[in-house]
C-alpha cells in the first residue's frame, strides 16, 4: 500500500516535467491512452454489455478524465503537496456527508483548519490553480460515487478498462489541441509510458494486492497518507518546499482524512488510482 502511494506521487512528480513539453492535457492524452492500451491488453473486455453496463463505463470514463484533466492544470499551478491536500477534501466530503455524529463534524473542523492554513500559508499561492485542485476533489467525490456503478454492473477489470479507454478518448481531443505532433515524439512517449506505468498500473496492482491482506478501514487510513507524500515528493524530487503553515494544513487534512476513514463503516478503495496525477 506504501509502495502505492508512492508510485502514484513519484508519477505526479514525472508528469510535471512533461508540462514543458506537452502542457497538462497533453500529459494526461498520454497517461490515459497507455494506462488504457495496457488495461486492455490485460484484461480483454467483452464489448458485448447491458445498456445499463456501458452507461456506468462511459460515466465513469468521462469523470475520470475530468479529474486527471483539472488536477493537471492544478499540479502545473501550485505544488503537488498543496494540490493532493486540496484534492483530498473530495472524497473526504463525500465520506463524511450525511453524517450526524459529533465526531465526523470534528473531523469536518479539521479539514476546514487545514483549508484556511493553505489560505493564511499560501503567500503566492495561485488562485487559478487552487480552483482546478477544488474542481479535480469534487470530481473525486462523483467517481468514488461512478466506481461503485461500475462495480455493480460490470465484473472484474473489464469496466475498468473499457472506462479507462473511455477516459482516454475524451481528453484526447484536448490534448491533440494542445500539444499536436509533439505528443509521438518518442521520448515524449516513453515518458508518458512512464506516467501511466507508475500512476495507474502499478498503484492498481499494489492496491489489489494490500485489498487482500488489508481490512478496509485500515486501507482508507493509509491512502489519508498521500498529501503528506506528495509534499515529500515534491519537495525531494520537483524542489517545491512548502511553508510551516502549509505543512500544517497538510497534516490537518491528513487527520481528518484518517479520522473519518477510521470511524466510518467501510472505505471505498479507489480503483485504479487515477485520482492524483495522480
Same mark, same amino acid.
Given at each position: 500500500? /506504501?509502495l %502505492?502511494i *508512492?508510485?502514484?506521487? &513519484? +508519477?505526479s512528480a514525472?508528469?510535471?516535467g512533461l508540462? @514543458?513539453a506537452?502542457?497538462?492535457?497533453g500529459?494526461?492524452?498520454?497517461?490515459?491512452f497507455f494506462?488504457?492500451v495496457i488495461?486492455?491488453?490485460v484484461w480483454?473486455p467483452?464489448?458485448?454489455?447491458?445498456?445499463?453496463?456501458?452507461?456506468?463505463?462511459?460515466v465513469y470514463?468521462?469523470v475520470?478524465?475530468l479529474m486527471?484533466?483539472?488536477?493537471?492544470?492544478a499540479?502545473?499551478?501550485?505544488p503537488?503537496?498543496?494540490?493532493?491536500s486540496?484534492? /483530498?477534501? %473530495?472524497? *473526504?466530503?463525500v465520506a &463524511? +456527508?450525511?453524517s450526524?455524529?459529533?465526531?465526523?463534524? @470534528?473531523?469536518?473542523?479539521l479539514a476546514?483548519?487545514?483549508?484556511v492554513?493553505?489560505?493564511d500559508?499560501?503567500?503566492?499561492?495561485d488562485?487559478l490553480?487552487?480552483l482546478?485542485?477544488?474542481g479535480?476533489?469534487a470530481?473525486w467525490?462523483?467517481?468514488?460515487?461512478?466506481?461503485a456503478?461500475?462495480?455493480r454492473?460490470?465484473?472484474?477489470g473489464?469496466?475498468l478498462?473499457?472506462g479507462?479507454?473511455v477516459?482516454?478518448?475524451?481528453a484526447?481531443?484536448?490534448?491533440?489541441?494542445?500539444?499536436?505532433?509533439?505528443?509521438v515524439?518518442p521520448?515524449?512517449?516513453?515518458? @508518458?509510458?512512464?506516467?501511466?506505468?507508475?500512476?495507474?498500473?502499478i498503484?492498481?496492482?499494489?492496491?489489489l494486492?494490500a485489498l487482500?491482506r488489508?481490512?478496509?478501514?485500515l486501507f482508507?487510513?493509509?491512502?489519508s497518507?498521500?498529501?503528506?507524500a506528495?509534499a515529500?515528493?515534491g519537495?525531494v524530487?520537483?524542489?517545491e518546499?512548502l511553508?510551516?503553515a502549509?505543512?500544517?494544513a497538510?497534516l490537518?487534512?491528513?487527520?481528518a482524512?484518517?479520522g473519518?476513514?477510521?470511524?466510518?463503516?467501510?472505505m471505498?478503495?479507489?480503483?485504479?488510482?487515477?485520482?492524483d496525477?495522480g
Amino acid at each position: 500500500m /506504501l509502495l %502505492g502511494i *508512492l508510485s502514484v506521487q &513519484l +508519477g505526479s512528480a514525472l508528469a510535471k516535467g512533461l508540462f @514543458g513539453a506537452v502542457g497538462s492535457f497533453g500529459t494526461v492524452t498520454l497517461r490515459l491512452f497507455f494506462a488504457a492500451v495496457i488495461l486492455l491488453l490485460v484484461w480483454r473486455p467483452p464489448l458485448r454489455m447491458t445498456r445499463r453496463a456501458w452507461g456506468s463505463v462511459i460515466v465513469y470514463g468521462a469523470v475520470l478524465a475530468l479529474m486527471n484533466l483539472l488536477f493537471y492544470l492544478a499540479l502545473a499551478r501550485i505544488p503537488l503537496g498543496i494540490a493532493v491536500s486540496i484534492e /483530498l477534501l %473530495g472524497p *473526504l466530503a463525500v465520506a &463524511l +456527508g450525511g453524517s450526524r455524529r459529533w465526531r465526523d463534524a @470534528g473531523w469536518a473542523l479539521l479539514a476546514a483548519a487545514g483549508v484556511v492554513l493553505l489560505t493564511d500559508g499560501g503567500g503566492d499561492l495561485d488562485l487559478l490553480g487552487v480552483l482546478f485542485a477544488v474542481g479535480a476533489g469534487a470530481c473525486w467525490g462523483l467517481y468514488i460515487i461512478a466506481s461503485a456503478g461500475l462495480g455493480r454492473h460490470t465484473t472484474e477489470g473489464n469496466g475498468l478498462a473499457l472506462g479507462m479507454a473511455v477516459a482516454a478518448i475524451v481528453a484526447a481531443p484536448v490534448g491533440l489541441y494542445e500539444s499536436g505532433a509533439a505528443l509521438v515524439h518518442p521520448g515524449v512517449m516513453a515518458v @508518458g509510458l512512464g506516467v501511466a506505468m507508475l500512476s495507474s498500473v502499478i498503484p492498481y496492482s499494489l492496491d489489489l494486492e494490500a485489498l487482500r491482506r488489508l481490512p478496509p478501514q485500515l486501507f482508507g487510513i493509509l491512502m489519508s497518507l498521500e498529501p503528506a507524500a506528495a509534499a515529500v515528493v515534491g519537495l525531494v524530487v520537483l524542489g517545491e518546499s512548502l511553508s510551516p503553515a502549509q505543512w500544517a494544513a497538510v497534516l490537518c487534512i491528513v487527520g481528518a482524512s484518517a479520522g473519518a476513514a477510521l470511524g466510518a463503516r467501510s472505505m471505498p478503495p479507489r480503483v485504479a488510482d487515477d485520482s492524483d496525477g495522480g
